[in-house]
């Protein structure tokens, strides 16, 4: 089978490997692949596979462009599956599926998880519980919509990912700051041009955690288990741990909530990742994304269940059934971790972690000799991450915890990035 993926995300480059041991045939279209390379420890194994082609496309993100392309690359060699592991081209994958009369997500539907503003205006009325929230096509806008949400609030571009650009406001330093650092922001990097819709939203106080789910060709959506969250302090909303487990207190009400909330938006094909603020008053929408989980939680959901989901994305899109990586009796849970300063890193070890129980491994996003920024912003600022199992989600976590101090960090300060 030949599979088209348009982008990916670092830890998604598994899926490709595993497509290609399994002895498909996968095209990449990328408009930087140098990125997966600097990222991924798997990548230059996997794009110099001869079963794996790399095209560098800076028109990946144009749909237009895009669709000619993937015509063009059928027309040569047909496609069989079109996935994509990476948020921003969730619109794309859809569009290109419809295009080529394969397995997908509905465009609409593809759109409404996508773009935070259409969320949360589809569900008005629909008895979801969502913060209140005021949605601006405008930057100059953004000051009137905070004034009606009132502080606290949160802002985040519609269009966002990894937490980046999502902020706290309090008093009106904050949003001035933050005005001032939107109006730097024209694209996401990898040619992902920005749309200029803001949501600003009530601040709700909560546990954050979401629901994973598969929802099968038709629309039938199949709960699978509940990933919580750690996370870093105000400003910014930086995830530091992840936990998949089943279980949680809340489970029949958000697996209810999570199904009613998809059917309504019209998703109706994928693994989808939907997070949930757990208020005083109940699970409250966050946001939806259509798409698998991103990080290394894939992997965790591995763990626990014995089924890849990395591998069971590209076998939906191949309109196969994929098997559902229901969680297990094992927890996994991973922690992430940043640097306290700008710098150039010069050592990670992770040695002392190999002996401490339910330690499963570690891994740094960087190399010996490259600058690192300051953990501050979003989830791009993170150097690595550990991953541990236990019988428990209250034992895997305090394991997780109690390991971070058994990262050997060192870091040339100074040093111009």
């Known amino acids: 089978m030949h599979i088209l993926m348009i982008e990916c995300n670092p830890n998604g480059i598994a ?30 194994a996997a794009f110099e596979h001869p079963r794996c082609r790399v095209i560098k496309s800076d028109d990946a993100f144009v749909i237009d462009a895009l669709l000619a392309l993937a015509k063009r690359l059928h027309a040569e060699k047909p496609v069989h599956g079109v996935a994509t592991y990476s948020e ?90 933050y005005l001032a650092e939107l109006a730097k922001i024209a694209d996401y990097g990898r040619g992902v041009v920005r749309i200029p819709d803001i949501l600003v939203e009530e601040f709700v106080e909560g546990e954050l955690v979401s629901v994973e789910a598969c929802v099968q060709q038709g629309g039938k959506v199949v709960n699978l288990g509940i990933t919580d969250r750690a996370l870093s302090g105000f400003p ?53 994304n259509g798409r698998l989980i991103g990080g290394v939680v894939p992997s965790l959901m591995q763990l626990s269940s014995g089924v890849d989901p990395y591998l069971e994305v590209i076998r939906q899109a191949l309109g196969e059934t994929p098997e559902h990586p229901v969680p297990g009796d094992v927890v996994a849970s991973v922690r992430w971790f940043g640097s306290p300063v700008d710098g150039t890193l010069s050592k990670i070890d992770f040695s002392q972690l190999k ?38 989600r209250e034992q895997v976590n305090q394991r997780c915890e109690a390991a971070l101090d058994s990262i050997h960090l060192e870091l040339a300060v100074g040093v111009a990035k």
């Open 355 to 392: 002996n401490l129980p339910g330690y499963h491994d570690a891994l740094s996003y960087r190399a010996p000799g490259r600058p690192v920024s300051r953990l501050s912003k979003s989830n791009f600022d993170w150097l690595g991450h550990m991953v541990f199992t236990g019988d428990s």
């Open 88 to 177: 921003y081209h969730t619109v794309h994958t859809a569009t290109v599926a419809q295009a080529l009369g394969l397995p997908g997500m509905s465009v609409e539907g593809a759109l409404n998880a996508r773009h935070k503003h259409r969320t949360r205006t589809k569900l008005a009325g629909s008895g979801v519980r969502q913060p209140r929230f005021a949605h601006v096509s405008d930057p100059q806008q953004v000051e009137a919509a905070v004034r009606e949400i009132g502080f606290p609030c949160v802002v985040k571009p519609s269009d966002g990912t990894a937490s980046l650009h999502v902020l706290h406001l309090t008093n009106e330093k904050d949003l001035e700051q």
């Open 15 to 44: 899926g490709i490997a595993n497509a290609l041991e399994l002895g498909h045939d996968v095209t990449l279209v990328s408009a930087d692949p140098d990125f997966y390379l600097n990222v991924s420890p798997l990548a230059k």
């Open 236 to 288: 910014y909303f930086i995830e530091m741990g992840a936990t998949y487990f089943k279980g949680h207190p809340l489970q029949d009400e958000l697996f209810a909530m999570n199904e009613k909330v998809l059917t309504h938006l019209g998703v109706d094909f994928g693994f989808i990742h939907t997070e949930y603020l757990l208020s005083q008053d109940g699970p409250v929408l966050c946001e939806v």
